[in-house]
């Protein structure tokens, strides 16, 4: 099973950018399917985004992140990256990496992003 560690996150005023990145272990990352997720204070965790498997570039979001917010992966890397532009206060939460593949199914621990004035 992949383990997965999330960095990158941090404090950021509206309107602007962090890039959150997973580092993944593991031989096998090509085959997970890769995702972020995020959970805000009182709020269920949501999926933010994610990537196919393999050299994949498909990729699906949120309705609320669409246009702002793109994930892609490295596999030469075992890494997965989140970008995100336009950040809105409602954007604040507690980002996690996200892998599966068949029956598995790996979290990282979580960065956390405020967005703040």
């Known amino acids: 099973q992949v383990q997965l560690v999330e960095s990158g996150g941090g404090l950021v005023q509206p309107g602007g950018s962090l890039r959150l990145s997973c580092a993944a272990s593991?031989?096998?990352?090509?085959?997970?399917?890769m995702g972020w997720y995020r959970q805000a204070p009182g709020k269920q965790r949501e999926l933010v985004a994610v990537?196919?498997?393999?050299?994949?570039?498909?990729?699906a979001y949120a309705d609320s992140v669409k246009g702002r917010f793109t994930i892609s992966r490295d596999n030469a890397k075992n890494a997965v990256y989140l970008q995100m532009n336009s950040l809105k206060p409602e954007d604040t939460a507690v980002y996690y990496c996200n892998g599966r593949v068949g029956l598995l199914d790996s979290w990282g621990q979580g960065t956390q992003v405020t967005v703040s004035a």
């Open positions: 990537v196919g498997s393999g050299g994949s570039t498909t990729a």
């Open positions: 593991g031989s096998i990352f090509r085959s997970y399917v």
